[in-house]
C-alpha cells in the first residue's frame, strides 16, 4: 500500500502539476511537502511506539491516512492539496517504520528476512501503481483515482491491523549471537545509517518524481512511467535477497550505492530513450538493496530501541528526500532535466562513502561485544 502511493504518486506530478500550474520547482516543492511529513512523523512518534505499543500507532495513523486520503479525492485547490498531502505523508512515514520495527519485534531471530519481505512488498506497490496510473491518466482518468484507491486499502489493512495480535513469534532467547545485546545502543553507527539514507533516498525521490518527465521531454520516449515500473520490479528480487544475506549487509551497501551512481550517471548521459528505460532495470536492483541492508544493520546498533532508530532512519530519509527532491526541480527548472538526473548520480557517490565509512563501526561493534563478555 505505501508502495503504491508512492510511486503512485511519482507518476502522477505531472498531472496534478498541470492542473495546479506549477513548473518544474513548483513541483518539487509540491513533492517535498509529503517529504517534509516523513521527516516530522519518525522524530514526533518514534519513541512514542516503543513506549504506548506499535499496534496503537498503526492503527491511528491508518486511520489518519484514511482522512488525508478522503481530503484528496475531493480537494480542489492547491492549499488543500497541499494540506491533505502532508497528512498523507505523516501517515505513510509512521506506518512504515513502525512496521518494520514490529516486524523486527515479532521476529527476534530471522527478523532480518522478513525485512527483505516486507520491503520486497514495498517495491511490489511501487511497480503495480506506475502502470495502473499511467493508464487511467493516458484515459482521461483524474489523479485523484489514486487517493480513492488508497483511502479504501487504508480502512481494510486498519481492521486487518486490529484483528492482529503482535506479540513475540520467535523466543528471544534465540537470539544470542544474532544482534547486539539489549541496551546497547551505538549512536555513531545509527547516525552514519541516517547519512546513507538521506542520500539514497534524495536520489530515490529525485529521480522517481522527474524520471518521467525527462524520458518524455527530453528523449521523446513512449510510454515513459513504465521505466519506474521495471525501476521498482527489479526491487523486489533485491530486497528479498538481502534478507537472506543479511550477515553482508556493509559489503552490500558498498556495491549497491557504487553500481547505481555508475547506472543513474548513464541514463542521465545516454541520449536515448530506450536505452534510458532498459537501464532502469538494473539500477533498480542495486538500489533496491540498499534499504533491507540499512534496515538489517540498524538492528546491531539499535540496542533494543528498534522503533527509535527505524524512527530516526525514517526521519532522515524524510529530510534526504525533501532537500534533494527539490533541489532536483529547481535544476530541472534552471538547467534543464538532463542535467538534473546527472546531478542525481552525485548523491550516489557521497552515498557509498558513507557505506565505506560503516567497516570501522564493524570494530567498534565487535570490541562492545568483547567488553560486554
Known amino acids: 500500500m505505501n508502495g503504491f502511493e508512492a510511486a503512485g504518486y511519482q507518476t502522477s506530478l505531472g498531472s496534478i502539476g498541470k492542473e495546479f500550474a506549477l513548473n518544474g520547482t513548483g513541483m518539487g516543492m509540491l513533492a517535498s511537502v509529503q517529504l517534509i511529513a516523513g ?15 506499535k499496534k496503537r500507532l498503526l492503527v491511528a495513523f491508518f486511520a ?3 482522512a488525508s486520503s478522503m481530503c484528496l479525492a475531493v480537494c480542489a485547490g492547491y ?52 502502470m495502473v496510473c499511467g493508464y487511467y491518466l493516458e484515459n482521461g482518468g483524474s489523479w485523484k483515482i489514486l487517493f480513492s484507491m488508497m483511502g479504501s486499502a487504508e480502512i481494510l489493512i486498519m481492521i486487518a491491523t486490529l484483528a492482529m495480535d503482535f506479540s513475540p513469534r520467535e523466543d528471544v532467547r534465540e537470539t544470542s549471537g544474532k544482534r547486539m545485546p539489549a541496551g546497547t545502543w551505538v549512536l555513531s ?14 536520489f530515490e525521490n529525485g529521480f522517481a518524481f522527474f524520471v518521467t518527465s525527462y524520458l518524455t521531454e527530453v528523449l521523446n520516449a513512449d510510454h515513459a512511467y513504465i521505466a519506474l515500473s521495471l525501476f521498482w520490479f527489479m526491487m523486489i528480487p533485491a530486497r528479498v535477497a538481502c534478507g537472506y544475506l543479511g550477515h553482508l ?10 553500481g547505481a551512481a ?6 542521465g548521459t545516454v541520449g536515448n530513450g530506450k536505452a534510458a528505460i532498459t537501464l532502469c532495470l538494473p539500477l533498480g ?18 540496542g533494543g530501541k528498534t522503533a527509535t532508530a527505524t524512527g530516526m532512519i525514517t526521519a ?32 550516489l557517490m557521497l552515498d557509498f562513502l558513507f557505506a565505506l565509512s560503516l567497516f570501522p563501526q564493524r570494530k567498534n561493534e565487535n570490541k562492545t561485544e568483547v567488553n560486554r563478555t
Open 79 to 130: 492549499r488543500t492539496f497541499a494540506a491533505g498531502i502532508f497528512l498523507m505523508g505523516l501517515s505513510v512515514s509512521t506506518t512504515q517504520y513502525v512496521s518494520i520495527a514490529a516486524i523486527a519485534d515479532l521476529y527476534p531471530v530471522f527478523g532480518s528476512k522478513k525485512i527483505g519481505w516486507i520491503t520486497g512488498f514495498y517495491s511490489f506497490g511501487a511497480v503495480v501503481a506506475p
Open 39 to 53: 521527516l516530522i512523523a519518525p522524530l514526533l512518534f518514534g519513541p512514542l511506539a516503543d513506549k504506548l505499543g
Open 316 to 347: 532522515a530519509t524524510g529530510l534526504g528526500g525533501a532537500v534533494v527532491t527539490l533541489l532536483t526541480g529547481t535544476m530541472s527548472q534552471q538547467f534543464g532535466l538532463k542535467r538534473a538526473i546527472v546531478f542525481l548520480s552525485g548523491f
Open 64 to 66: 489518519t491516512g484514511t
Open 249 to 258: 549487509n556493509r559489503q552490500i551497501l558498498v556495491i549497491a550505492s557504487l
Open 189 to 202: 553507527g545509527i547516525l552514519l545509517l541516517c547519512a546513507v539514507m538521506f542520500m539514497y533516498v534524495g
Open 262 to 267: 555508475i547506472l543513474a550517471l548513464a541514463i
Open 285 to 302: 536492483f542495486f538500489c533496491g538493496a540498499i534499504y533491507p541492508s540499512v534496515l538489517t544493520q540498524s538492528l546491531a546498533f539499535a
